[in-house]
């Protein structure tokens, strides 16, 4: 597993890449096939250690899953009632998406399981999800501090609830909604502000009735009914755009660049990188738009452009929560300072994402002051450096990006989780003209 990556500047970049498959939509397909009655098909699936995390810990429990290549699945879905107890615990490894989702699934089964993650995952918090299925019945234990292990008991049935998320989140909305399969009475959430819905697409596709209701100032009612059978369904996982901006913003901020991008998801509760971009002055065109399983897709044009510094707008900051670390390097090309507000839950990702950013950018010459809920980012010349990605796959991935314009090499340490989320990231980089390699 590579832990290094050294980078330097490089010339214009071109040509055309599909990146992996989206990772929400991968680990969604594995839960849904696994409880839908039939053969569930999947093609585009991410071949990464997360999604592979969530296939095995299904097979634990009794799904047939066969792998006919990397990116392509058939899953022996057991029904809704159909999991067996696990002979082992179920080891998420570093995947926040699996824990917080599946707590929801198990906390309706009549057997026993604890989910266990990594060393990073152990820190990341879980009542989140846990506080709310507590309130429909689940028997739910954690560790001190409400983190890893979760060790779930079985009750007679979960209770409906109509729960009101305390903080934007997708991960927690998806949770209950899936307990929601197990209650005995209708489920709500009221979010405050849109969140990606891959899940309840995906419930749809799956032949589940879940409604959503638009309740104005960006609030969302969703509705599930318990009890729904789910009909397995062939599911094209289209590229993710999380691993897509690496990508669009080095082509932004690399003179003369021209690259495209071939079917990206272009889920409305996720173009928050895009429409930011696009705010800062980027040349970003959509081409062969089109509808795949339910998800919109296209294929994503970019050129280098000249961008400025804003004050991004807190309602795009849940469309681009995971893009902000290489938000941010665009931020260090702009004309002007960015200023990001209201982004909190980036303290509890796979790293303090705002600190840990903050903290490189600083090694490499930029100012950056870090906020309770956001950073200030001053634009400046990157010079060379150590980095260290505290193990984040994100951060690594940008600090590749903010090399291209640095003025020496860039060491970027901890970068053995890239994996996780893009596996060719290095030959995808290199392949459009990336200056990066493995350092040992």
Avoid: W
């Amino acid at each position: 597993m590579i832990d290094k990556f050294l980078a330097a500047a490089c010339g214009p970049l071109s040509g055309r890449v599909r990146v992996p498959g989206d990772k929400s939509i991968s680990h969604r397909s594995i839960m849904l096939g696994s409880l839908a009655a039939g053969v569930t098909e999947v093609t585009g699936f991410l071949d990464g250690a997360d999604c592979l995390a969530t296939a095995a810990a299904f097979t634990e429990m009794g799904v047939r899953i066969d792998r006919r290549s990397a990116t392509s699945l058939k899953i022996h879905g057991v029904g809704l009632h159909g999991l067996q107890a696990p002979t082992k615990n179920l080891d998420i490894g570093n995947s926040g998406t699996s824990i917080r989702l599946m707590s929801g699934l198990l906390a309706g089964q009549q057997f026993s399981s604890t989910l266990v993650g990594d060393a990073s995952l152990s820190k990341r918090p879980m009542n989140r999800v846990v506080d709310p299925l507590r309130l429909m019945g689940a028997d739910i234990q954690t560790a001190e501090g409400g983190r890893t292990p979760l060790r779930i008991t079985p009750v007679e049935q979960l209770n409906g609830i109509d729960y009101t998320l305390p903080m934007a989140s997708a991960q927690v909305k998806s949770c209950v909604v899936l307990a929601g399969l197990y209650a005995n009475s209708t489920v709500t959430v009221t979010e405050p502000a849109p969140t990606r819905d891959h899940s309840e697409r995906m419930l749809r596709g799956f032949g589940a009735e879940v409604l959503t209701e638009d309740l104005g100032a960006g609030r969302a009612r969703i509705t599930i009914e318990p009890e729904q059978e789910l009909h397995a369904m062939a599911v094209d996982v289209p590229a993710d755009i999380s691993s897509a901006a690496f990508f669009m913003v080095a082509a932004s901020i690399i003179p003369d660049s021209d690259i495209v991008l071939e079917h990206v998801g272009i889920n409305p509760t996720r173009t928050g990188v895009i429409d930011i971009l696009r705010l800062m002055g980027a040349d970003i065109e959509l081409q062969h738009l089109r509808e795949v399983g339910g998800e919109p897709v296209a294929d994503i044009r970019i050129r280098h452009a000249e961008l400025k510094g804003i004050h991004i707008p807190e309602e795009l900051v849940p469309l681009a929560i995971d893009e902000f670390p290489v938000l941010f390097i665009a931020a260090t090309a702009a004309v002007g300072e960015t200023v990001l507000t209201g982004a909190e839950e980036l303290r509890v990702k796979e790293s303090d994402r705002i600190q840990v950013m903050a903290d490189g950018l600083a090694t490499l010459g930029i100012d950056a002051k870090a906020t309770p809920d956001g950073i200030v980012i001053q634009p400046g010349q990157i010079t060379t450096g150590d980095v260290h990605a505290q193990g984040d796959h994100r951060i690594a991935m940008a600090f590749t990006v903010a090399a291209a314009l640095a003025s020496g090499e860039v060491l970027i340490h901890d970068c053995r989780h890239v994996a996780t989320s893009f596996p060719a990231f290095l030959e995808q980089a290199q392949q459009l003209g990336l200056n990066v390699k493995a350092a040992h």
